[in-house]
């Protein structure tokens, strides 16, 4: 059996019927994907859809400064690249690998042909671009009224949960980037978690000590995101 052929990985590729799932097999293709690497920038054409595995994709909205902040993060529990499927194929915004594991990879037209079956994954994918938007809206509000301790403990549980590990491969610089805030902000902040006893955090890695204590410290924005991709795709994380 091939590896394309095995019970996949990413979450909405597993919860396809089998048969329209072996059906997608001849299409998906395993890639790794490095750190840091773009998949894709808006206004660019989407020629690939990608379905991570461990992998973490921050979709960016970058101003005419050069400035940027996450408006979305993809996991295990999504798929990057889908605006084909609605009948675009310009990106909105600029992908980049921000947790490096492996996707399944498949060409944006395909995903479109299959998407216009009308079948499990129309349906799959309908819910979890509701699911999404609840994401995107939910992160703009956060960024905009929750102080920062809560907020990043709301995103460090986020990205937990797709990679599924206590241990997380990410920077200061990196997060501060996520969050849309200073560099010297997120440094006082994983301070005061790390003091709590909640993470550990070393040069390039932050481990998850005290996952109850740290969902306590998170805005109610993190249960509020998991709650709908529960409802809509029938996934609970953490």
Known sequence: ?????????????????????????????????SFKQVLFEVGEPLEYVYFPYQAIISSLSTMSDGSM???????NDGVAGLLPALGDNIATTTATV???????????????TEFQRGGSLQSL??????????????????????????????????VCDRVESNELPLT???MSQMLGVRRAGVTEVANALQQAGLIRYTRGKVTILNREELEATSCECYQVIQGEY???LGTKNG
């Open 69 to 75: 902040v996450e408006v979305a993060l993809v996991g």
């Open 125 to 158: 994918l309908l819910r979890y671009m509701q699911a999404l938007y609840a994401f995107v809206s939910q992160n703009a509000a956060c960024n905009r009224l929750h102080y920062l301790e809560g907020r990043l403990a709301r995103w460090l549980l986020l």
């Open 172 to 174: 200061q610089e990196f």
């Open 1 to 33: 059996m091939s590896e394309a052929s095995a019970k996949p990985r990413n979450r909405l590729l597993a919860a396809l019927p089998d048969a329209e799932y072996q059906r997608l097999v001849p299409n998906l293709e395993r890639v790794s994907l």
């Open 230 to 232: 529960a409802r809509l």
């Open 98 to 112: 921000q947790v490096p594991d492996s996707a399944m990879r498949m060409k944006a037209s395909v995903l479109k």
